[in-house]
């Protein structure tokens, strides 16, 4: 905790300076307090800070933590380079591997992650929920979109500067229309160690009004053994409830060659203010760790921006 109050100082100094040249700066805090399926009241506690600086038009600074009650880590924290068509990370970052992103997950229906990325089953079984450190770029080209980045996905909690940057990262996606097609690959660069491993990815989302379909498909090896799984989606919008999210979620996971574990979720989120939301689920499930996915789940979120 001490480590994450200095580099909050340090940080806050920066942002500081920023603010004096009259640059906009963000910060959200979020707090996170659910109830695990087989748990009783709001056992559960996680938060989340952000803060970002726009050191000028084209740089930018992010910074973020996530906060649990016995310890801390960083999130992303890195710098933005926005060239108009493209943009450059350097720093410690979420990969550009399929839906890897914070709003992706967690501003919807359901409170957990999709199983095929869930941790602790990753970040080494499909290697796509870590927090790596290096440098990627997107590039965007008319309905095309490229992602590529040279990574080192084995960092500790508070690692920013890459040690051993050999792991490659690629993505490409295209639109159709209200519909997204993504494909991505990562790897070690060279050849691979038992400990290392190769993931490969298809993706894609669907967009109507009130109505998103999305799903993605994920397998990898590690150990000599392979990983994988997939998970769909599907969020609706009631007519004249634009606060509340209905989602179904559809999904299968294996582990190292394990039995596939099998879960169907029913979500709900109702945004009760801009500051306070909150989930409903109920899951069925069977395969490994099915006792724990099944049932009720509840979830409360407050958030605060400034």
Known sequence: MKK???ILAAVSAVFSACA????????????YFWTT????GLDQRAGWLELKADLNDKLSITN???IFPSFSMLDETCINLNLGAAVVRVGRLRNGFGFNDWSE???NAFIKLPLVRMSPMTPYYTG??????GIDARLSL????????????????????????NYGMARVQSEFGPLILGANAMGKLGRPQDE??????????WTAPRIMLRGELIRSVNQGEWSGGYYLDAFYRPVGMNRTQVGIRIQEAAFLGSAATRQQTIGIRQLITPMLAANLNYGFASGPGASGLKGWSFQIVTSLHF
């Open 4 to 6: 994450l109050f200095s």
């Open 20 to 31: 004096g040249q009259a640059e906009p700066i963000r910060l959200i805090y979020e707090n």
């Open 37 to 40: 399926y087989a748990g009783k």
């Open 64 to 66: 973020t933590y996530l």
């Open 105 to 107: 997950h967690w501003y």
């Open 128 to 133: 796509v929920w870590s927090f790596d450190a």
């Open 142 to 165: 008319g309905p095309v979109e490229i992602k590529a980045g040279l990574l080192d996905p084995k960092t500790d909690s508070w690692q920013i500067v890459p040690k051993n940057p």
């Open 196 to 205: 290392d491993f190769t993931a490969y990815g298809l993706d894609f989302k």
